[in-house]
Protein backbone atom coordinates (compact mmCIF):
# COMPACT_ATOMS: atom_id res chain seq x y z
CA UNK A 1 0.00 0.00 0.00
CA UNK A 2 1.37 3.38 -0.56
CA UNK A 3 1.99 5.71 1.83
CA UNK A 4 0.06 8.99 2.06
CA UNK A 5 3.54 10.80 1.24
CA UNK A 6 4.05 8.79 -2.02
CA UNK A 7 0.81 10.17 -3.34
CA UNK A 8 1.38 13.82 -2.39
CA UNK A 9 4.53 13.44 -4.29
CA UNK A 10 2.65 12.12 -6.99
CA UNK A 11 0.39 14.45 -7.48
CA UNK A 12 2.95 17.37 -6.86
CA UNK A 13 4.77 16.40 -9.86
CA UNK A 14 1.71 15.89 -11.69
CA UNK A 15 1.15 19.29 -10.90
CA UNK A 16 4.02 20.57 -11.90
CA UNK A 17 4.57 18.52 -15.42
CA UNK A 18 1.51 20.04 -16.14
CA UNK A 19 2.62 23.71 -15.40
CA UNK A 20 5.58 22.97 -17.46
CA UNK A 21 3.53 21.84 -20.17
CA UNK A 22 1.44 25.14 -20.60
CA UNK A 23 4.50 26.67 -20.53
CA UNK A 24 5.80 25.35 -24.04
CA UNK A 25 4.99 27.46 -27.09
CA UNK A 26 2.45 26.06 -28.90
CA UNK A 27 3.71 24.18 -32.39
CA UNK A 28 3.65 25.48 -35.56
CA UNK A 29 0.48 24.71 -36.96
CA UNK A 30 -0.57 26.65 -39.96
CA UNK A 31 1.29 27.18 -43.43
CA UNK A 32 1.68 30.94 -42.80
CA UNK A 33 3.30 30.01 -39.04
CA UNK A 34 5.66 27.93 -40.93
CA UNK A 35 6.65 30.61 -43.58
CA UNK A 36 6.83 33.30 -40.93
CA UNK A 37 9.59 30.63 -39.18
CA UNK A 38 11.51 30.18 -42.57
CA UNK A 39 11.61 33.76 -43.81
CA UNK A 40 12.88 35.11 -39.77
CA UNK A 41 15.97 31.96 -40.46
CA UNK A 42 15.96 33.60 -44.07
CA UNK A 43 16.55 37.03 -43.39
CA UNK A 44 18.83 35.86 -40.33
CA UNK A 45 21.02 33.73 -42.81
CA UNK A 46 21.11 37.03 -45.04
CA UNK A 47 21.79 39.23 -42.54
CA UNK A 48 24.73 37.26 -40.90
CA UNK A 49 26.23 36.78 -44.15
CA UNK A 50 25.50 32.59 -44.70
CA UNK A 51 23.24 33.23 -47.38
CA UNK A 52 24.96 34.91 -50.36
CA UNK A 53 24.71 35.62 -53.83
CA UNK A 54 20.63 35.57 -53.74
CA UNK A 55 19.05 37.27 -56.07
CA UNK A 56 15.46 37.82 -55.53
CA UNK A 57 13.94 37.45 -52.05
CA UNK A 58 11.60 33.71 -52.05
CA UNK A 59 8.35 34.85 -53.07
CA UNK A 60 6.71 32.97 -49.67
CA UNK A 61 9.08 35.83 -48.14
CA UNK A 62 6.96 39.00 -49.86
CA UNK A 63 4.58 39.49 -46.82
CA UNK A 64 7.47 39.16 -44.74
CA UNK A 65 9.99 41.75 -46.03
CA UNK A 66 7.12 44.04 -46.46
CA UNK A 67 5.68 43.84 -43.02
CA UNK A 68 9.85 43.52 -41.81
CA UNK A 69 10.52 47.33 -43.77
CA UNK A 70 7.03 48.77 -42.76
CA UNK A 71 5.78 47.50 -39.91
CA UNK A 72 8.23 48.65 -37.34
CA UNK A 73 11.10 45.99 -36.98
CA UNK A 74 13.41 47.41 -39.39
CA UNK A 75 13.94 51.12 -37.57
CA UNK A 76 13.99 49.20 -34.32
CA UNK A 77 17.12 47.22 -35.70
CA UNK A 78 18.35 50.21 -36.90
CA UNK A 79 18.01 52.07 -33.72
CA UNK A 80 19.76 49.57 -31.77
CA UNK A 81 22.74 49.17 -33.93
CA UNK A 82 22.91 53.16 -33.26
CA UNK A 83 23.19 52.77 -30.06
CA UNK A 84 26.24 50.41 -30.23
CA UNK A 85 27.86 52.96 -32.49
CA UNK A 86 26.89 55.83 -30.26
CA UNK A 87 28.24 53.78 -27.50
CA UNK A 88 31.90 53.26 -29.27
CA UNK A 89 32.14 56.63 -30.57
CA UNK A 90 31.74 58.02 -27.02
CA UNK A 91 34.70 55.79 -26.32
CA UNK A 92 36.80 56.38 -29.41
CA UNK A 93 36.46 59.93 -28.01
CA UNK A 94 37.02 59.83 -24.38
CA UNK A 95 40.16 57.26 -25.15
CA UNK A 96 41.48 58.68 -28.62
CA UNK A 97 43.68 62.18 -27.65
CA UNK A 98 44.83 62.07 -30.99
CA UNK A 99 43.12 65.18 -32.69
CA UNK A 100 44.37 65.41 -35.85
CA UNK A 101 41.64 65.82 -38.58
CA UNK A 102 42.65 62.63 -40.34
CA UNK A 103 40.04 60.48 -37.87
CA UNK A 104 37.73 58.96 -40.65
CA UNK A 105 34.55 57.34 -40.58
CA UNK A 106 32.88 55.57 -44.06
CA UNK A 107 29.38 55.04 -44.90
CA UNK A 108 27.83 53.68 -47.92
CA UNK A 109 25.23 55.25 -49.71
CA UNK A 110 21.89 53.59 -50.75
CA UNK A 111 20.03 52.19 -47.98
CA UNK A 112 22.67 53.23 -45.03
CA UNK A 113 22.59 57.30 -45.85
CA UNK A 114 19.35 57.64 -48.28
CA UNK A 115 16.50 54.85 -48.88
CA UNK A 116 14.98 52.70 -51.56
CA UNK A 117 13.03 51.43 -49.85
CA UNK A 118 10.12 53.52 -51.85
CA UNK A 119 11.63 51.70 -55.30
CA UNK A 120 11.83 48.95 -53.93
CA UNK A 121 8.22 48.45 -53.26
CA UNK A 122 7.32 48.92 -56.80
CA UNK A 123 9.55 45.68 -56.76
CA UNK A 124 7.67 43.44 -54.57
CA UNK A 125 10.58 44.22 -52.08
CA UNK A 126 13.36 42.76 -53.80
CA UNK A 127 10.96 39.46 -54.88
CA UNK A 128 11.35 41.07 -58.78
CA UNK A 129 14.64 40.42 -60.25
CA UNK A 130 16.90 43.48 -60.23
CA UNK A 131 16.44 45.89 -62.89
CA UNK A 132 19.70 48.15 -63.73
CA UNK A 133 17.31 50.53 -65.49
CA UNK A 134 14.51 50.73 -63.41
CA UNK A 135 17.05 51.55 -60.79
CA UNK A 136 18.88 54.20 -62.82
CA UNK A 137 16.15 56.12 -63.51
CA UNK A 138 14.99 56.39 -60.09
CA UNK A 139 18.52 57.31 -58.74
CA UNK A 140 18.74 59.90 -61.79
CA UNK A 141 15.61 61.33 -59.98
CA UNK A 142 17.47 61.90 -56.92
CA UNK A 143 14.53 61.23 -54.09
CA UNK A 144 15.56 59.13 -52.12
CA UNK A 145 14.78 59.74 -48.75
CA UNK A 146 17.21 60.31 -45.86
CA UNK A 147 17.33 57.49 -43.17
CA UNK A 148 16.30 59.50 -40.32
CA UNK A 149 18.85 57.28 -37.68
CA UNK A 150 21.61 57.34 -40.17
CA UNK A 151 21.02 61.20 -40.61
CA UNK A 152 21.25 61.67 -37.06
CA UNK A 153 24.84 59.30 -36.69
CA UNK A 154 26.19 61.28 -39.60
CA UNK A 155 25.57 64.84 -37.60
CA UNK A 156 27.08 63.44 -34.44
CA UNK A 157 30.07 61.87 -36.43
CA UNK A 158 30.46 65.53 -37.83
CA UNK A 159 29.95 66.83 -34.48
CA UNK A 160 32.62 64.79 -32.80
CA UNK A 161 35.37 65.63 -35.11
CA UNK A 162 35.36 62.68 -37.08
CA UNK A 163 35.83 63.25 -41.28
CA UNK A 164 33.19 61.56 -42.76
CA UNK A 165 33.62 59.77 -46.44
CA UNK A 166 30.57 58.16 -48.63
CA UNK A 167 31.73 55.28 -50.36
CA UNK A 168 29.23 54.22 -53.24
CA UNK A 169 29.37 51.85 -56.37
CA UNK A 170 27.10 54.80 -58.09
CA UNK A 171 28.53 55.59 -61.69
CA UNK A 172 30.34 59.01 -61.37
CA UNK A 173 29.47 60.00 -64.69
CA UNK A 174 25.59 59.16 -64.80
CA UNK A 175 25.13 59.35 -61.35
CA UNK A 176 27.51 62.08 -59.03
CA UNK A 177 25.22 65.00 -59.60
CA UNK A 178 22.34 63.27 -58.98
CA UNK A 179 23.90 61.99 -55.97
CA UNK A 180 25.10 64.88 -54.87
CA UNK A 181 22.07 67.07 -54.84
CA UNK A 182 19.89 64.29 -53.42
CA UNK A 183 22.50 63.76 -50.34
CA UNK A 184 22.28 67.75 -49.99
CA UNK A 185 18.41 68.04 -50.16
CA UNK A 186 18.30 65.37 -47.82
CA UNK A 187 20.25 66.80 -44.29
CA UNK A 188 23.99 65.29 -46.18
CA UNK A 189 25.94 68.52 -45.74
CA UNK A 190 29.60 68.59 -44.35
CA UNK A 191 31.28 64.98 -44.88
CA UNK A 192 34.77 65.01 -46.50
CA UNK A 193 33.99 63.61 -50.14
CA UNK A 194 31.98 61.53 -51.97
CA UNK A 195 33.46 58.55 -53.54
CA UNK A 196 31.86 57.25 -56.69
CA UNK A 197 32.56 54.55 -59.15
CA UNK A 198 35.19 55.64 -61.62
CA UNK A 199 35.69 54.66 -65.62
CA UNK A 200 38.84 52.81 -64.10
CA UNK A 201 36.67 50.54 -61.59
CA UNK A 202 33.61 49.93 -64.15
CA UNK A 203 32.85 46.29 -63.95
CA UNK A 204 34.73 45.53 -60.84
CA UNK A 205 33.15 43.82 -57.61
CA UNK A 206 32.39 46.14 -55.08
CA UNK A 207 34.37 44.59 -52.34
CA UNK A 208 37.13 45.10 -54.62
CA UNK A 209 36.03 48.61 -55.51
CA UNK A 210 35.74 49.84 -52.27
CA UNK A 211 38.74 48.08 -50.75
CA UNK A 212 40.80 49.78 -52.94
CA UNK A 213 39.01 53.31 -51.97
CA UNK A 214 39.61 52.54 -48.29
CA UNK A 215 43.26 51.75 -49.25
CA UNK A 216 43.71 55.01 -50.86
CA UNK A 217 42.65 56.83 -47.73
CA UNK A 218 44.70 55.12 -45.31
CA UNK A 219 47.70 55.65 -47.53
CA UNK A 220 46.92 59.13 -47.17
CA UNK A 221 46.91 59.34 -43.86
CA UNK A 222 43.65 58.52 -42.54
CA UNK A 223 42.61 56.20 -39.68
CA UNK A 224 39.35 54.61 -40.48
CA UNK A 225 37.46 54.04 -36.85
CA UNK A 226 34.62 52.20 -38.51
CA UNK A 227 32.39 51.19 -41.86
CA UNK A 228 29.09 51.49 -42.02
CA UNK A 229 27.23 49.74 -44.90
CA UNK A 230 23.78 47.76 -45.31
CA UNK A 231 25.81 44.92 -47.32
CA UNK A 232 28.47 42.66 -46.97
CA UNK A 233 30.27 44.12 -49.94
CA UNK A 234 30.58 47.46 -47.71
CA UNK A 235 32.00 45.58 -44.71
CA UNK A 236 34.49 42.64 -46.05
CA UNK A 237 37.94 43.41 -48.46
CA UNK A 238 40.59 45.61 -47.31
CA UNK A 239 40.97 48.54 -44.55
CA UNK A 240 37.58 48.59 -43.09
CA UNK A 241 39.19 50.06 -39.95
CA UNK A 242 38.76 49.44 -36.39
CA UNK A 243 34.88 48.47 -36.58
CA UNK A 244 32.24 47.58 -38.89
CA UNK A 245 28.49 47.90 -38.31
CA UNK A 246 26.05 45.88 -40.86
CA UNK A 247 22.95 47.58 -41.21
CA UNK A 248 19.88 45.46 -41.80
CA UNK A 249 18.52 44.81 -45.80
CA UNK A 250 16.65 42.29 -46.83
CA UNK A 251 15.63 43.12 -49.97
CA UNK A 252 18.82 42.57 -52.43
CA UNK A 253 22.34 41.41 -52.31
CA UNK A 254 25.07 43.65 -54.17
CA UNK A 255 28.17 41.30 -55.16
MG1 LIG B 1 24.18 50.20 -49.80
Not at 28 to 38: G, K, M, V
Not at 102 to 125: E, H, M, P
Not at 218 to 238: A, F, M, R
Request: aromatic share 12%.
Amino acid sequence: MRTVWEILLMIILGICLKTIGAMKPAPYSSYSDLTHCYCLSWRLGVESNNVRAWRTVPTQCLRYVQYYMLGGQYESDLDLIMEQIYSYIDDIVLTNTNTTDTQAWILDVDDTCISNLLYYTGKRFGCDPYDPMGFKTWAIRGECPAIPAVLRLFRKLLQSGFKVFLLTGRDEETLGQPTIRNLHNQGFVGYERLILRTRDYKGQTAVSFKSAMRKQLVEQGYTIWGSVGDQWSDLVGDCLGERTFKLPNPMYFVP
